[in-house]
């Protein structure tokens, strides 16, 4: 059974940053391709971040390119998302995906999803 758990998110300033992180279990993820999507009240769940597990290779939204960076540690089989320059837009829950092999953007692509860590940034 795959878990993926958040952790990290708070109530921050703008300007401030976070460090996200997201705790795998379950499986080995050699083959697997983990994101971040996030989710604004009322807007739709949209994507982030990803990373290969094995070879760390990465992918980001427009929107958060340069200020994002997504990273994983082998050995704590966990999935980090630094956050920096945040703005009161990037107020979301933020959500940890898996899914073996598909580097996909769309939410459907994903089986694994982990509960959330919501992100309030003020202005």
């Known amino acids: 059974q795959v878990r993926l758990v958040e952790s990290g998110g708070g109530l921050v300033q703008a300007g401030d940053s976070l460090r996200l992180s997201c705790a795998a279990s379950?499986?080995?993820?050699?083959?697997?391709?983990m994101a971040w999507f996030r989710q604004a009240p009322g807007k739709e769940r949209e994507f982030v971040a990803r990373?290969?597990?094995?070879?760390?290779?990465?992918y980001y939204a427009d929107s958060v390119k340069g200020r994002f960076t997504i990273s994983r540690d082998n050995v704590q089989n966990t999935v980090y998302l630094l956050v920096n320059s945040l703005e009161p837009e990037d107020t979301a829950d933020y959500y940890c995906?898996?899914?073996?092999?598909?580097?996909?953007?769309?939410?459907?692509?994903?089986?694994?999803w982990g509960q959330g860590t919501q992100v309030t940034v003020s202005s």
């Open positions: 379950g499986r080995t993820f050699g083959n697997y391709f």
């Open positions: 990373i290969t597990w094995s070879g760390g290779f990465t």
């Open positions: 995906a898996a899914n073996y092999g598909r580097p996909s953007t769309r939410p459907g692509e994903y089986d694994f």
